[in-house]
């Protein structure tokens, strides 16, 4: 059975198919296994597009129970601490936009790392791995604060479980990509900056 660590059809992963033929199988030609390999590649990479796109479908369904909550679900009365979501909402809205300008239009909902984007390791990058999430996060806490919605704040930290497992998942491929993204990853935090090296 193929594990999940042996995927080598990432448009990042240069892996090469192993030479080792198994000795019940009789020899075959090297057209044949070039031909099998690259069926085996196109095959990963199908499966690979289609695991993002669960990751993506789940997102898609965390949000819309975020925005249901925040127009349905039943206010609490909070005075002027509810004005302590504003600068949250100002700061994510900050890191979300810096880091949407830097993507432009290669940005993917997909948790496969983009080729033609490479490894951003400059500006708001240089100091958090996924900004985006940040962005997104502080933003999703702060309207809700704002709002005086306990029940979307419920929903903002079920998405910050959410995107903490998907940046996981990021990481792992990106690794594969990157030779040196274990480097950037001791060296910059997760969803905010680490101050201690």
């Known amino acids: 059975m193929l594990k999940m660590a042996d995927f080598r059809g990432s448009p990042c992963s240069q892996g090469e198919p192993s030479s080792r033929t198994p000795t019940w199988f009789p020899p075959l030609r090297e057209g044949n296994l070039q031909e099998g390999a690259t069926t085996d590649s196109s095959r990963a ?23 249901f909550t925040m127009i349905f679900s039943i206010g609490a009365s909070w005075g002027v601490w ?66 005086q919605k306990p029940l979307a704040i419920a929903a903002a930290g079920a998405l910050t479980v959410f995107f903490n497992l998907k940046a996981r998942e990021e990481e792992r491929r990106l690794q594969r990509c990157y030779p040196d993204y274990a480097d950037y990853q001791r060296a910059t935090g997760r969803f905010l900056p680490r101050w201690r090296q």
């Open 45 to 67: 990479t199908g499966i690979i597009h289609s695991m993002g796109y669960i990751w993506v479908f789940i997102q898609a369904i965390l949000f819309l129970l975020y925005v």
């Open 82 to 147: 509810r004005w302590l979501g504003v600068p949250l909402v100002g700061v994510g809205a900050w890191v979300g936009l810096a880091a949407l300008r830097m993507h432009g239009r290669k940005l993917t909902p997909l948790p496969e790392p983009n080729p033609a984007l490479g490894l951003q390791r400059t500006g708001v990058y240089a100091v958090i791995r996924h900004p985006m999430y940040t962005g997104l996060l502080l933003s999703a806490f702060g309207l809700a604060i704002v709002a």
